[in-house]
Nanobody, 120 residues
């Protein structure tokens, strides 16, 4: 019923920038909570940035001041703007959206991930 498609990952040099996108499609009534997570090789998945329906945001300490989460309600798209990238930001990035469907079912949906590689 819902598909999430992520894009924007790639290879970038340290100090560079990338913008990740996560677009949801399907029988969507509303997107409430949203978040970006990442998983580096050999490490557990961790929360990078989150935003509630009310607009409150939360960032991992390691990305504060460098990453920004935002949304385009009309396009059902969530963004992660990443600046001043560091090699330690290298990971597969996943979006997770809490979505209310048109039948009022509410659930969490994950994207398949997009790889970000930051070279030193």
């Amino acid at each position: 019923q819902v598909q999430l498609v992520e894009s924007g990952g790639g290879l970038v040099q340290a100090g560079g920038s990338l913008r990740l996108s996560c677009t949801a499609s399907g029988s969507i009534f509303s997107i409430t909570r949203m978040g970006w997570y990442r998983q580096a090789p050999g490490k557990q998945r961790e929360l990078v940035a989150a935003k509630t329906g009310g607009g409150s945001t939360n960032y991992a300490d390691s990305v504060k001041g460098r990453f920004t989460i935002s949304r385009d309600n009309a396009e059902n798209t969530v963004y992660l703007e990443m600046n001043s990238l560091k090699p330690e930001d290298t990971a597969v990035y996943y979006c997770k959206l809490e979505i209310i469907l048109r039948n009022y079912y509410t659930g969490d949906y994950w994207g398949k991930g997009t790889l970000v590689t930051v070279s030193s």
